[in-house]
């Protein structure tokens, strides 16, 4: 045959917020008041459906649910909580060479189209912290590379490093997928 089929799969992701400023409007002496901790990483999931049209070249469509970063801030015993939360979909176009009948590299190129809610720390000038929320929309640019393995005709594994941007954040994704062709 041609080489040409369809698959879907499945990815758990562990995404990473390294450059994320939950308390971007407050000084560090006014944070040494407060119990404030903030995880800056979590899983997320990936839905994907992809075309793979030779040896080579494939196009993916996917949902993703970004994993959440946080906060909490505990002020005179009240807990002050915030999150930075994205849905999104995308497009990508996959290179893949195939490396042996099982092993095979794969790099990506696509567009992110994301929907972020984020909550912020302030400071409401009455000595009371709060928090104040943004959403916003946007597409950034997804790159990314992996390395998978076939472990048939119909079942794959695949893990890949991915780099993005949402609301001005570099996002970095590490992906374990589970692929299946039909």
Do not use: C, M
Not at 29 to 54: A, P
């Amino acid at each position: 045959g041609s080489g040409q089929f369809n698959y879907a799969g499945v990815t758990v992701l562990n995404n990473s917020y390294d450059e994320l400023d939950l308390s971007p409007q407050i000084e560090a002496s006014q944070l040494s008041t407060l119990e404030y901790e903030d995880n800056l990483s979590d899983e997320g999931f990936r839905i994907i459906w992809g075309h793979q049209f030779n040896n080579y070249i494939a196009f993916e469509v996917g949902f993703t649910s970004f994993g959440t970063a946080s906060f909490t801030a505990t002020d005179n015993e009240t807990d002050i909580k915030g999150e930075f939360s994205t849905t999104a979909g995308d497009i990508r176009a996959v290179g893949t060479y195939p490396i042996n009948n099982s092993l095979f590299l794969k790099a990506q190129v696509g567009l992110v189209s994301w929907d972020n809610e984020t909550d912020t720390l302030v400071d409401n000038g009455s000595a009371v912290f709060d928090t104040e929320k943004q959403t916003n929309k946007g597409n950034s640019l997804l790159t990314g590379v992996g390395i998978g393995y076939g472990f048939n005709r119909n079942v794959a594994v695949a893990f890949d490093f991915e780099k993005t941007e949402i609301d001005k954040i570099t996002t970095e994704n590490l992906g374990l997928s589970l692929l299946l062709r039909f």
